[in-house]
DNA sequence: TATTGACATTGACGTTACGTTAATGTGTAT
DNA sequence: ATACACATTAACGTAACGTCAATGTCAATA
């Protein structure tokens, strides 16, 4: 049996342009030409068309078909694999990204109705739940579930004023933060209070505080540019002194 | 304060070229353009850029954030609710997905090292799991878990003998479907043979027969072009005829 | 002052897997 | 002869930038 673009195409379902589109990769060439210049394809050129959909369906790209196709023993097993952890890694991405956008509507929906700035709030308490996928674990072998659960409905459920008070308990934390950013001295009682300050302005955001945590969140405020900007921005260096402040504050450096 | 391109994107953390863009694309413009035509942008832009970042951040595209950014009082809680949806579709397409490169994987692991005619056999596998995503649902009610479960592992556990049996019987299928399609009666005996022995067939990869499912399988050979192709392989036809003979073979149509 | 190096600009191509015209030739039935 | 379905190549378009290339500008230094 031979097959002309079209007659492959319905029997395999998929257009005509993409089978000429294989040819040009080099992916799946007719068996022949006709002397019009027709495609003519076999019952091989249809088996390898099925083989291709067939990786094609579990979302791989054409160069790694074309690998796989192509390379008469290539190690399908393994581009498998290794399909499968990239699969992994971009449900994980994307689980992370659902609870963001839930997190955010349920924001919007609440009682509250962000402002801009405000928004900027619900971006920095992404990166603490970052963090608490780093040390999230080791609270649920500690605490339990439960505590960990509540962390995260905490935002869901915060009032107008509770709102209000970690917004001033924020600005306080700068302040502080600037004020002992003048002693130069991340040990100085001023430097401590605003590591207490933050402390107490983490534990809105989040329960189960424990001290390598809390170290993490200042350390990721200076390794993002985002978060060192927010905390620099009238004085560069203070997202370094902070995280200092709060090592010294956790007893992990004299 | 006052930024360039690249102080702006250092605190934002995105390229020169992503601010280029974003200007092209009138989604972020500098608040002015200096005497040698650098882009100037001021704190309002900053914020803006944020607001950008955040959306982007959720993985909305720039079309969407354009329409929430610039209309001032677009209906952004819409937005993300139409887009977490989205998001769940993804997701699920993407466990789907996962869950069949998952099984191949076992299948190329396991005793069986399969020929790529034998690769085949997966694919038609797939559409059987996608039917029973239709009607496993109710399966799992009548019949528990267990019986689901084990019917998704039957394949992984097979034997080589059994995988030849299972063979065998799929030729015996095509064989009688081809006979009994002479006949052209989908209710005489060599086509309700047909569709018993199509039965046993689908029972090797599938415990938990009910009869919507049998006539769902058959349907969808017909729907399907590739199944449709592999049924229809030497008797055009012969798929209908099938999904009739087992319509009748189930008590569904007399 | 001339040069250097970091920074800026616009322009244009490359990426992925095709969809979609456009311009044109071929096969076949009426 | 005409109509119509089907074939061909060539080319642009997609999303969100990355990456040159060619060229101009600013600040500091030999």
Known sequence: MEYT???????????????????????LKPSRINSSGYRIYGQTEVDRLQQILFYR????????????????????????????????????????????VEKTIA????????????KFE?????????NEKKYGKE?????GDKVVNKSNNKLQNMTQEEYDAVTKLGDEVIKTLYAAFQTGDPSSDLA????????????????????????????MYVDDERFKAYYD????????????????????KA
Chains 1, 2 share one sequence.
């Open 5 to 27: 673009v079209q007659k492959l195409g319905k029997l395999a379902g998929v257009s005509t342009r993409t089978l000429r589109y294989y040819d040009e990769l080099g992916i």
């Open 57 to 100: 369906e579990l979302g791989m790209n054409l160069e790694s078909i074309k690998d796989i196709v192509t390379a008469p023993s290539f190690d399908a097993a393994k581009a498998l694999i290794e399909h499968r952890e990239k699969l992994l890694d971009k449900r994980e991405q994307l689980d992370l990204l659902i609870e963001n």
């Open 107 to 118: 924001l919007t929906e609440g009682r509250i109705t962000m402002s801009d700035k405000e």
């Open 122 to 130: 619900g971006f920095k308490q992404k990166l603490i739940e970052d």
């Open 139 to 143: 609270i649920r072998e500690k605490y």
């Open 192 to 219: 401590q209070k605003a590591a207490d300050l933050h402390r107490q302005w983490l534990n809105f955001y989040w329960d189960g505080y424990n001290k390598e945590a809390h170290v993490g969140v200042t350390q």
């Open 233 to 252: 921005e009238k004085q560069l260096g203070s997202a370094e002194f902070l995280r200092d402040a709060v090592l010294i504050y956790a007893g992990m």
